[in-house]
Nanobody
Framework: VQLQASGGGLVQAGGSLRLSCATS????????MGWYRQVPGNQRAYVAG???????EYSDSVKGRFTISRDNAKKRLFLQMDNLKPEDTAVYYC????????WGQGTQVTVSS
């Protein structure tokens, strides 16, 4: 199974980005999925997750600002990020929830103040 996140970029504080994760195989149809992020020098941190039934879950740091969704038919996972803050700056990754797959390519999100 391959995971490839995309959609990152440079945005000013208060702005929005929408991340997308392309998956291969049938993993997205049978697993809870999640978004994670990592700042250099820190451990990778959980951001948001979504069950196979579509129930979302968010870390306290992003609750009310981020929205996770999935499209099983297109084998894609999404993360809509609104009201971005400088502390959201990180490389974002997707994986199962809990993470069980090799970490694929992440996408850099940089939020300027």
């Amino acid at each position: 199974v391959q995971l490839q996140a995309s959609g990152g970029g440079l945005v000013q504080a208060g702005g929005s980005l929408r991340l997308s994760c392309a998956t291969s195989g049938s993993i997205i149809g049978v697993s809870s999925m999640g978004w994670y992020r990592q700042v250099p020098g820190n451990q990778r941190a959980y951001v948001a997750g979504i069950t196979t039934g579509g129930t979302p879950e968010y870390s306290d740091s992003v609750k009310g600002r981020f929205t996770i969704s999935r499209d099983n038919a297109k084998k894609r996972l999404f993360l809509q990020m609104d009201n971005l803050k400088p502390e959201d700056t990180a490389v974002y990754y997707c994986n199962t929830r809990p993470s069980t797959l090799d970490w694929g390519q992440g996408t850099q999100v940089t939020v300027s103040s």
